[in-house]
């Protein structure tokens, strides 16, 4: 019998049912070493990492979406009269790097060479959105391109500023889209990137958007063998190395799940619909199991990424349930079943709200959105474009 099967059996049993480990109702601002903050955002929405020098701010992520990515900006400036001059992104996810506006130019944005590449092929309708992000950024954004302040970097990168030394770590991997973690020896602070999650399952796709669960256990191993004292998970709760460790358990177990009803000679259907971790009861985010299955799935049967073809649709109704700050929205159109829609760091929004968080029940929305054909949109269509009556 496979080892790894044996390993992750045994380890289930171990794993206690924990109580939701959510953050609290405001942001904090924690200081975890010296001119080191972390900014942990409210509800488990995303975290950030702050490092002061003698010559300017290190910004690790950005903030959830603009109202966060002020107050993240109020929080830096009550530590330190420095300016942002660097803006490091873990991860290619509109709730980490929508906030990069508000610095960006001046600070230089650092990308992994694969989000930079993203970047520079970005549509119209995602450019006009980052210029409009922040209203009161409008003048300095008119002529910039997103790429235009970014640095990229292929395989690992340092950082020295102002006495301080940062690292910033990529584990290379086929399926990794240029998530990377961030390390500040001297202080054995770690920002652990896409694979810090603690007590929250994690948002694993057939399309390997956001990696596998292989390259995820690769990332972890070498961000555990530097032994953090403190870690910032990308979502929840400050943590240390034992944290890593916890996650690499967990996909170990889920792994072992999906492979046990693959040999019974499960359909994929059965194998998403029998999937559970019931054993991480509490976690945040079980809207995932699907997803991390059917991922688990292919890259046992050591398959590439889902290729999806994606056609565009529009939608003229009202806005009936309003979900995570305006993240998720169910929509009844004037006529026809409700669609379920995601409002992503790049959908342009016009009209009487300026962001998400402004979207509301009740609202008039006319929506251009994405449907990808053969992929299970488990959260909603992606909306590129939105206007909402005024």
Known sequence: MNVRFLLAIALA?????????????????RKVADDVYAFVGKRNDANALVVVTAQG??????????????????????????PVRYVVITQNHGDHTGGTPLFSPPANVIVHERVAKDWA????????????????????????????????????????????????IYVDDPYNPGDIAVWLPRSGVLHAGFVGYIDRHPDIRPDYSHGTTSGMLKQIEALAALQPKVMVPAHGPLG????????????????????????????????????????YGGWDRENHF???????????????PQIVAVSDREVKGTIVRAEDEGRRLLVKPDSGAEVRLRITA????????????????????????QVPKGFNPALGYDVMEMAVAR
Not at 58 to 81: A, C, H, M, W, Y
């Open 240 to 279: 240390d190395a034992k944290d890593l460790h916890a996650l690499a358990d967990y996909l170990l177990l889920a792994r072992a799940k999906v492979r046990a009803m693959m040999a019974k000679g499960l359909s994929l259907e059965a194998i998403t619909k029998g999937f559970h971790m019931n054993e």
């Open 121 to 168: 092929s970005w549509k119209p309708y995602q450019i006009k959105s980052w210029r409009k992000r922040f209203r009161e950024r409008a003048d300095a954004l008119e002529s910039v391109h997103p790429i235009d302040t970014v640095l990229s970097f292929k395989e690992g990168m340092t950082l020295h500023l102002g006495g301080k030394t940062i690292e910033l």
């Open 346 to 369: 790049d959908t342009d929004i016009d009209g009487a709200a300026t962001d998400r968080s402004q979207l509301r029940a009740g609202m008039k929305v006319e929506a251009k959105y």
């Open 290 to 304: 699907e997803w991390l299955a059917e991922t688990v799935h292919r890259e046992l049967r050591g398959e590439g």
């Open 13 to 29: 049993a171990l794993v206690p049912c924990a109580a939701l480990a959510v953050t609290g109702d405001k942001a904090e601002f």
């Open 57 to 82: 701010v290190v910004l690790v992520d950005t903030g959830n979406n603009p109202p966060e990515t002020r107050i993240l900006q109020g929080f830096i400036k009550s530590v330190t009269d420095q």
